[in-house]
């Protein structure tokens, strides 16, 4: 799983290197139901902290690993909402975020 290492600005954060592959149909087939199960924990952990990826669908934006693990890369489309937004946008946010657990 990435871990943060920081803030960069006010627009950006650091995360640390992931080394996987592009997520492809081979490796989807060795575990679908659970790449599936990963993916939507993944999201609904993420949306948590008010992170929104937006990009999700695009398959060079999952990786996974030798061992099975998937990760979530190129954020550059992502949101983060603040409490008081995410009340109004979240939901909208959230929706296109789920659209790609359910592709």
């Known amino acids: 799983m990435p871990q943060f290492q920081g803030m960069l600005d006010r627009d950006a954060f650091a995360c640390s290197w992931l080394d996987g ?3 492809d149909l081979d490796g ?3 575990d679908p139901r659970g790449i599936a199960r990963q993916m939507r924990c993944m999201v609904e952990e993420m949306h948590g902290h008010g992170v929104f990826h937006l990009d999700l669908r695009q398959r060079q934006n ?3 690993t ?3 693990e998937l990760a979530f890369v190129d ?9 008081w937004v995410h009340t109004v946008l979240g939901r909208f946010f959230a929706w296109i975020d789920h659209q790609a657990v359910c592709k």
């Open 66 to 68: 030798s061992d099975g």
């Open 75 to 83: 954020f550059g489309a992502a949101v983060v909402l603040r409490p």
């Open 62 to 64: 999952l990786l996974l």
């Open 21 to 23: 592959g592009t997520f």
């Open 28 to 30: 989807f087939e060795q």
